[in-house]
Protein backbone atom coordinates (compact mmCIF):
# COMPACT_ATOMS: atom_id res chain seq x y z
CA UNK A 1 0.00 0.00 0.00
CA UNK A 2 1.49 3.36 -0.81
CA UNK A 3 2.31 5.95 2.04
CA UNK A 4 0.14 9.13 1.66
CA UNK A 5 1.17 12.16 3.63
CA UNK A 6 -2.24 13.38 4.56
CA UNK A 7 -0.49 16.51 6.54
CA UNK A 8 1.38 18.13 3.93
CA UNK A 9 0.31 21.83 4.18
CA UNK A 10 -1.24 24.18 1.61
CA UNK A 11 0.81 26.22 -0.83
CA UNK A 12 2.49 28.99 0.77
CA UNK A 13 0.94 30.77 -1.94
CA UNK A 14 -2.02 30.34 -0.32
CA UNK A 15 -0.66 31.29 3.05
CA UNK A 16 1.08 34.21 2.98
CA UNK A 17 -1.84 36.42 1.99
CA UNK A 18 -3.17 35.06 5.63
CA UNK A 19 -0.03 35.68 7.85
CA UNK A 20 1.21 38.96 5.94
CA UNK A 21 -2.38 40.26 6.82
CA UNK A 22 -1.83 38.83 10.78
CA UNK A 23 1.23 40.83 10.15
CA UNK A 24 0.00 44.22 9.19
CA UNK A 25 -2.62 44.00 11.71
CA UNK A 26 -0.32 43.86 14.64
CA UNK A 27 2.42 46.29 12.80
CA UNK A 28 0.04 48.66 12.42
CA UNK A 29 1.33 52.45 11.24
CA UNK A 30 4.76 52.54 13.33
CA UNK A 31 5.92 49.08 13.17
CA UNK A 32 6.88 47.37 16.12
CA UNK A 33 8.02 50.46 18.31
CA UNK A 34 9.06 48.47 21.55
CA UNK A 35 11.91 46.39 20.05
CA UNK A 36 12.85 49.42 17.76
CA UNK A 37 13.78 51.32 20.81
CA UNK A 38 14.98 48.90 23.57
CA UNK A 39 17.11 46.21 20.94
CA UNK A 40 19.96 47.69 19.38
CA UNK A 41 19.73 47.17 15.52
CA UNK A 42 23.08 45.15 15.35
CA UNK A 43 22.28 42.63 18.43
CA UNK A 44 21.49 38.77 17.07
CA UNK A 45 19.88 36.12 19.01
CA UNK A 46 18.65 32.53 18.99
CA UNK A 47 15.64 31.50 20.19
CA UNK A 48 13.71 28.23 20.78
CA UNK A 49 9.78 27.11 20.21
CA UNK A 50 9.41 25.21 22.91
CA UNK A 51 5.65 23.22 23.46
CA UNK A 52 4.35 23.81 27.36
CA UNK A 53 1.63 21.45 26.91
CA UNK A 54 1.28 17.62 25.64
CA UNK A 55 -0.58 17.64 22.67
CA UNK A 56 -0.17 17.64 18.48
CA UNK A 57 1.74 20.02 16.24
CA UNK A 58 -0.01 22.04 13.83
CA UNK A 59 0.84 25.75 12.35
CA UNK A 60 4.69 25.57 12.20
CA UNK A 61 4.55 26.44 8.56
CA UNK A 62 2.79 29.50 9.59
CA UNK A 63 5.45 30.66 11.67
CA UNK A 64 8.23 29.99 9.07
CA UNK A 65 6.35 32.03 6.58
CA UNK A 66 5.66 34.88 9.58
CA UNK A 67 9.55 34.71 10.37
CA UNK A 68 10.78 35.32 7.09
CA UNK A 69 8.18 37.73 6.00
CA UNK A 70 9.20 40.38 8.82
CA UNK A 71 13.25 39.42 8.03
CA UNK A 72 14.22 37.59 5.53
CA UNK A 73 17.72 36.85 6.95
CA UNK A 74 16.28 34.87 9.78
CA UNK A 75 17.18 31.17 9.93
CA UNK A 76 14.84 28.71 11.29
CA UNK A 77 15.65 25.56 11.81
CA UNK A 78 13.05 22.84 12.13
CA UNK A 79 13.02 20.29 15.24
CA UNK A 80 9.25 18.74 15.26
CA UNK A 81 7.38 19.11 12.22
CA UNK A 82 3.57 19.67 12.04
CA UNK A 83 1.53 16.19 12.53
CA UNK A 84 4.36 15.22 15.47
CA UNK A 85 2.79 14.37 18.95
CA UNK A 86 4.35 16.13 21.37
CA UNK A 87 5.04 16.71 25.10
CA UNK A 88 5.64 19.61 28.10
CA UNK A 89 9.36 20.60 26.97
CA UNK A 90 9.82 19.43 23.07
CA UNK A 91 11.97 21.49 21.03
CA UNK A 92 9.61 22.85 18.55
CA UNK A 93 12.35 24.70 16.09
CA UNK A 94 14.83 27.44 17.00
CA UNK A 95 15.26 30.83 14.80
CA UNK A 96 18.49 32.54 14.51
CA UNK A 97 19.13 36.19 13.35
CA UNK A 98 18.07 39.95 14.33
CA UNK A 99 16.47 40.12 18.08
CA UNK A 100 13.96 43.03 16.71
CA UNK A 101 13.03 40.82 13.92
CA UNK A 102 12.51 37.69 16.04
CA UNK A 103 10.47 39.83 18.73
CA UNK A 104 8.33 41.44 16.10
CA UNK A 105 7.40 38.37 14.48
CA UNK A 106 7.01 36.21 17.82
CA UNK A 107 3.10 36.94 18.63
CA UNK A 108 1.53 36.15 15.10
CA UNK A 109 4.29 33.13 15.01
CA UNK A 110 2.15 32.23 18.30
CA UNK A 111 -1.08 32.43 17.53
CA UNK A 112 -1.40 30.46 14.27
CA UNK A 113 0.69 27.21 16.30
CA UNK A 114 -1.43 27.93 19.54
CA UNK A 115 -4.84 27.37 17.66
CA UNK A 116 -3.77 25.04 14.79
CA UNK A 117 -2.13 22.83 17.48
CA UNK A 118 -5.11 22.87 19.52
CA UNK A 119 -7.49 21.68 16.63
CA UNK A 120 -4.91 19.12 15.62
CA UNK A 121 -4.44 18.27 19.58
CA UNK A 122 -8.79 17.54 19.86
CA UNK A 123 -8.86 15.79 16.52
CA UNK A 124 -6.01 13.51 17.79
CA UNK A 125 -7.99 12.46 20.70
CA UNK A 126 -11.02 12.07 18.60
CA UNK A 127 -9.27 9.53 16.06
CA UNK A 128 -7.76 7.95 18.93
CA UNK A 129 -11.24 7.83 20.73
CA UNK A 130 -12.30 5.14 17.49
CA UNK A 131 -9.54 3.32 16.64
CA UNK A 132 -10.55 -0.20 15.89
CA UNK A 133 -14.04 1.33 14.20
CA UNK A 134 -14.43 2.19 10.85
CA UNK A 135 -15.66 5.79 11.32
CA UNK A 136 -13.30 8.82 10.18
CA UNK A 137 -13.66 11.69 12.04
CA UNK A 138 -14.08 15.08 9.86
CA UNK A 139 -14.42 18.39 10.32
CA UNK A 140 -17.12 21.04 9.02
CA UNK A 141 -17.56 24.76 7.62
CA UNK A 142 -17.44 25.74 11.00
CA UNK A 143 -14.57 27.78 10.72
CA UNK A 144 -12.93 30.99 11.22
CA UNK A 145 -13.26 33.53 8.44
CA UNK A 146 -10.12 33.70 6.38
CA UNK A 147 -8.66 30.67 8.34
CA UNK A 148 -10.49 27.73 6.71
CA UNK A 149 -7.62 26.52 5.20
CA UNK A 150 -5.17 26.28 7.75
CA UNK A 151 -7.82 24.79 10.38
CA UNK A 152 -8.56 21.96 8.04
CA UNK A 153 -4.77 21.22 7.67
CA UNK A 154 -5.03 21.52 11.53
CA UNK A 155 -7.43 18.72 11.00
CA UNK A 156 -5.27 16.29 9.07
CA UNK A 157 -2.69 17.29 11.49
CA UNK A 158 -4.47 15.68 13.78
CA UNK A 159 -5.76 12.23 12.02
CA UNK A 160 -8.81 13.75 10.75
CA UNK A 161 -10.09 14.04 7.21
CA UNK A 162 -11.65 16.90 5.62
CA UNK A 163 -15.52 17.53 4.72
CA UNK A 164 -16.79 20.12 2.14
CA UNK A 165 -14.02 23.36 1.85
CA UNK A 166 -17.01 25.53 0.69
CA UNK A 167 -20.32 25.62 -1.03
CA UNK A 168 -18.93 24.81 -4.50
CA UNK A 169 -17.36 21.37 -3.19
CA UNK A 170 -20.48 19.41 -3.09
CA UNK A 171 -23.81 19.72 -2.81
CA UNK A 172 -25.74 19.32 0.66
CA UNK A 173 -29.19 19.38 1.43
CA UNK A 174 -29.75 20.70 4.93
CA UNK A 175 -33.52 20.58 6.34
CA UNK A 176 -33.90 24.86 5.31
CA UNK A 177 -33.23 23.25 1.95
CA UNK A 178 -35.61 20.64 1.91
CA UNK A 179 -38.54 23.40 3.34
CA UNK A 180 -37.61 25.76 0.71
CA UNK A 181 -37.44 23.38 -2.11
CA UNK A 182 -40.93 21.47 -1.03
CA UNK A 183 -39.42 18.35 0.35
CA UNK A 184 -36.51 16.35 -0.58
CA UNK A 185 -37.38 14.56 -3.50
CA UNK A 186 -37.79 18.01 -5.71
CA UNK A 187 -34.48 19.51 -3.78
CA UNK A 188 -32.84 16.21 -4.94
CA UNK A 189 -34.07 16.11 -8.67
CA UNK A 190 -33.08 19.73 -8.91
CA UNK A 191 -29.70 19.08 -7.95
CA UNK A 192 -29.68 16.28 -10.57
CA UNK A 193 -31.16 18.08 -13.27
CA UNK A 194 -28.37 20.95 -12.88
CA UNK A 195 -25.14 19.61 -11.55
CA UNK A 196 -22.09 18.02 -13.18
CA UNK A 197 -21.36 14.26 -13.11
CA UNK A 198 -18.48 15.20 -10.88
CA UNK A 199 -19.90 16.85 -8.08
CA UNK A 200 -21.66 14.56 -5.37
CA UNK A 201 -25.34 14.82 -2.82
CA UNK A 202 -25.48 15.07 0.63
CA UNK A 203 -28.78 14.89 2.04
CA UNK A 204 -28.99 15.75 5.73
CA UNK A 205 -32.08 14.09 7.59
CA UNK A 206 -33.05 14.13 11.05
CA UNK A 207 -35.71 11.08 11.23
CA UNK A 208 -35.89 7.41 9.63
CA UNK A 209 -38.54 8.66 7.99
CA UNK A 210 -36.52 10.71 5.86
CA UNK A 211 -33.60 8.21 5.56
CA UNK A 212 -35.98 5.99 3.84
CA UNK A 213 -37.36 8.37 1.21
CA UNK A 214 -33.45 9.20 0.32
CA UNK A 215 -32.23 6.03 0.44
CA UNK A 216 -35.16 5.38 -1.97
CA UNK A 217 -33.96 8.50 -3.89
CA UNK A 218 -30.36 6.99 -4.04
CA UNK A 219 -28.74 10.05 -2.44
CA UNK A 220 -24.67 9.69 -2.38
CA UNK A 221 -24.06 10.45 1.27
CA UNK A 222 -26.84 10.58 4.19
CA UNK A 223 -25.80 12.57 6.88
CA UNK A 224 -27.92 11.67 10.36
CA UNK A 225 -28.29 14.37 12.26
CA UNK A 226 -28.30 14.56 16.48
CA UNK A 227 -29.87 10.73 16.26
CA UNK A 228 -29.30 8.73 18.80
CA UNK A 229 -27.77 5.82 19.27
CA UNK A 230 -30.47 3.21 18.85
CA UNK A 231 -31.67 5.52 15.37
CA UNK A 232 -28.12 5.71 14.54
CA UNK A 233 -27.58 1.93 14.24
CA UNK A 234 -31.12 1.26 12.93
CA UNK A 235 -30.08 3.79 9.69
CA UNK A 236 -26.91 1.35 9.39
CA UNK A 237 -29.27 -1.59 8.97
CA UNK A 238 -31.46 0.19 6.59
CA UNK A 239 -28.18 1.45 4.75
CA UNK A 240 -26.99 -1.77 4.62
CA UNK A 241 -23.97 -0.34 2.84
CA UNK A 242 -26.23 1.52 -0.04
CA UNK A 243 -24.51 4.90 0.88
CA UNK A 244 -22.07 6.73 2.92
CA UNK A 245 -23.46 7.37 6.16
CA UNK A 246 -22.33 10.53 8.14
CA UNK A 247 -23.40 11.25 12.33
CA UNK A 248 -23.48 14.96 13.38
CA UNK A 249 -24.78 16.13 16.23
CA UNK A 250 -23.90 16.14 20.36
CA UNK A 251 -20.32 14.78 19.57
CA UNK A 252 -17.31 14.69 22.42
CA UNK A 253 -15.00 13.01 23.29
CA UNK A 254 -17.29 11.07 25.93
CA UNK A 255 -20.01 10.53 22.87
CA UNK A 256 -17.73 9.52 19.69
CA UNK A 257 -16.49 5.79 20.66
CA UNK A 258 -20.25 4.58 20.93
CA UNK A 259 -21.32 6.64 17.88
CA UNK A 260 -18.75 4.90 15.94
CA UNK A 261 -19.85 1.83 17.39
CA UNK A 262 -22.63 1.90 15.72
CA UNK A 263 -20.84 1.41 12.15
CA UNK A 264 -21.60 4.75 10.64
CA UNK A 265 -18.76 5.37 8.13
CA UNK A 266 -17.89 9.50 9.20
CA UNK A 267 -18.27 11.82 12.61
CA UNK A 268 -18.44 15.34 12.01
CA UNK A 269 -17.55 17.73 14.53
CA UNK A 270 -17.50 21.20 14.52
CA UNK A 271 -15.99 21.72 17.65
CA UNK A 272 -12.42 20.58 16.40
CA UNK A 273 -12.26 24.10 14.73
CA UNK A 274 -14.41 26.55 16.61
CA UNK A 275 -13.95 25.14 20.26
CA UNK A 276 -10.63 23.50 20.57
CA UNK A 277 -8.52 24.38 23.34
CA UNK A 278 -5.25 27.02 22.29
CA UNK A 279 -2.28 24.35 22.70
CA UNK A 280 0.36 26.40 25.07
CA UNK A 281 3.64 26.99 22.96
CA UNK A 282 6.56 29.36 23.81
CA UNK A 283 9.35 31.26 22.06
CA UNK A 284 12.17 32.06 24.49
CA UNK A 285 15.47 33.30 23.94
Given at each position: ??????????????????????????????????????????????????????????????????????????????????????????????????????????????????????????????????????????CTRKTLPG???????????????????????????????????????????????????????????????????????????????????????????????????????????????????????????????????????????
Open positions: MIALDFTRPPAALLLEPVVRAALLEDLGRAGDITSQLTIPAAKSATARLVARKPGRLAGLICAEIAFRLVDPALALDVATPDGSEVSAGTLLATVSGSARSILTAERIALNFMGPLSGTATLTAALVRAVEGTRARIVLRTLQKYAVRCGGGFNHRFGLDDAAMVKDNHIQAAGGIRPAIESLRAGLGHMVRIELEVDSLAQLEEALALGVDTILLDNMSLDDLRRAVGMAKGRCVLEASGNVTLQSVRAIAETGVDYISSGAITHSAPNLDIGLDF
